[in-house]
T-cell receptor
């Protein structure tokens, strides 16, 4: 399967703690994106990191990319109950085809 | 408001019936996509379309069909040949190059009994 592998599959933390999730692929990574999905809803784009970037920040989000290891990580700092959701990585294969990871289910306890 | 809509939100069908899921976007995006999501799983690509009157099979196209007669619309038909059609179906669109973010609809949950 071309799907990306994400770990952990599920993560439960207390409000205010940091949450880290990782994504890895067997194929080369090209412009890695992270998405968020609230239960039973569509996905929402969070951040894009290009192949020539190693780290990117957006608000409480920090993303790293290691193309040699074909992996990426998403860090959410000072988590809130509203961050409870599933998080997916996605990369591009060819020009149009996106390949998503298996997802990490994050639960932030108030 | 610009966005992508899917209807209906919930759909129930009997086994052996074909069913068509609607997807409409007013973002002026060229590319549109259909994904299937099973419980606790990631997204798997069914079909994608780069431009009107053109579409390509994804990883799990068997038992599905699509059309792209208008830029705004990309309906998905789940045929009776699809062995396990019960799932959450997500439609998405993006600008012409694959490095751009995808915009997702709210999804349609299909239950076939």
């Amino acid at each position: 399967s071309q799907q990306g592998e994400e770990d952990p599959q599920a993560l439960s933390i207390q409000e205010g703690e940091n949450a880290t999730m990782n994504c890895s692929y067997k194929t080369s990574i090209n412009n890695l994106q992270w998405y968020r999905q609230n239960s039973g809803r569509g996905l929402v784009h969070l951040i894009l990191i290009r192949s020539n970037e190693r780290e990117k920040h957006s608000g409480r989000l920090r993303v790293t990319l290691d193309t040699s290891k074909k992996s990426s990580s998403l860090l959410i700092t000072a988590s809130r109950a509203a961050d409870t959701a599933s998080y997916f990585c996605a990369t591009i294969a060819g020009t149009y085809k996106y390949i998503f990871g298996t997802g990490t289910r994050l639960k932030v306890l108030a | 408001d610009g966005g992508i809509t899917q209807s209906p939100k919930y759909l129930f069908r009997k086994e052996g019936q074909n069913v068509t899921l609607s997807c409409e976007q007013n973002l002026n995006h060229d590319a549109m996509y259909w994904y299937r999501q099973d419980p606790g799983q990631g997204l798997r690509l069914i079909y994608y379309s780069q431009i009107v009157n053109d579409f390509q099979k994804g990883d799990i196209a068997e038992g599905y069909s699509v059309s792209r007669e208008k830029k705004e619309s990309f309906p998905l038909t789940v045929t009776s040949a699809q062995k396990n059609p019960t799932a959450f179906y997500l439609c998405a669109s993006s600008r012409e190059q694959g490095s751009y973010e995808q915009y997702f609809g709210p999804g349609t949950r299909l239950t076939v009994t």
